[in-house]
Nanobody, 123 residues
Framework: QVQLVESGGGLVQAGGSLSLSCAASGLTFSRYATYWFRQAPGKDREFVSRINWTGSNTLYADSVKGRFTVSRNNAKNTAYLQMNSLKPEDTAVYYC????????????????WGKGTLVTVSS
């Protein structure tokens, strides 16, 4: 069956960096766009970033633009989210998701989800 496993979360001080990974199995990863979402305590899940199936096109939420970088390695069935200059407001559970199709930031339109990894940024 399809599995998405996020890793790389943890505790970091404000201004620091973390690199998240999303490892996929059970499907042809290279056919899917990869999305990153996050959900802070008491808040709705929100879009963070998207990378298309080839890695040639990326999209970012305004709140992370210039600080986060999304990438992928289709040979390794893995996507990445490099997070720099982290802020306390970046604290959330980060989820990766896959979608076969065009661009959307609607969480209901994702095909597959991981279980998330917690990122905590201390001030």
């Amino acid at each position: 069956q399809v599995q998405l496993v996020e890793s790389g979360g943890g505790l970091v001080q404000a201004g620091g960096s973390l690199s998240l990974s999303c490892a996929a199995s059970g499907l042809t990863f290279s056919r899917y766009a990869t999305y990153w979402f996050r959900q802070a305590p008491g808040k709705d899940r929100e879009f963070v970033s998207r990378i298309n199936w080839t890695g040639s096109n990326t999209l970012y939420a305004d709140s992370v633009k210039g600080r986060f970088t999304v990438s992928r390695n289709n040979a390794k069935n893995t996507a990445y989210l490099q997070m720099n200059s982290l802020k306390p407001e970046d604290t959330a559970v980060y989820y990766c998701a896959l979608r076969l199709g065009g661009i959307t930031t609607n969480i209901d339109e994702m095909n597959y989800w991981g279980k998330g990894t917690l990122v905590t940024v201390s001030s």
